[in-house]
């Protein structure tokens, strides 16, 4: 059974810095890309930021480019998100995900992900 759990939210002023971790089990992430969604209350749920588990490229919604760094430590089976200079429109429900076999051109596509986390909390305030 996959898991995917998310720490790390909280309450943070605005030109602040959180990082958000992903803790992964239930099988072999070989071939998945894994990856950062985040939805404000009464929008879309939307891109930030993926990368490939083995290796291969990350990649980064436009609002998250240069300001967000994602990464992982496979020995951990651990995903994060850095984000620093963070802005009010920055504040979300931030979710960790994970999709088989993504090809670039879907890597940014919500539907195309197999498994979610439960989120995690992100209020940007001062």
């Known amino acids: 059974q996959v898991q995917l759990v998310e720490s790390g939210g909280g309450l943070v002023q605005p030109g602040g810095s959180l990082r958000l971790s992903c803790e992964a089990s239930?099988?072999?992430?070989?071939?998945?890309?894994l990856g950062w969604f985040r939805q404000a209350p009464g929008k879309e749920r939307e891109f930030v930021a993926a990368?490939?588990?083995?290796?291969?490229?990350?990649f980064y919604a436009d609002s998250a480019k240069n300001r967000f760094t994602i990464s992982r430590d496979r020995a951990k089976s651990t995903l994060y998100l850095q984000m620093n200079s963070l802005k009010p429109e920055d504040s979300a429900v931030y979710y960790c995900t994970a999709g088989s076999g993504l090809i670039a051109g879907r890597i940014a596509l919500k539907d195309a992900y197999d498994y979610w986390g439960q989120g995690t909390q992100v209020t940007v305030s001062s």
């Open positions: 239930g099988r072999n992430f070989a071939n998945y890309a």
């Open positions: 990368t490939r588990w083995s290796g291969g490229g990350t």
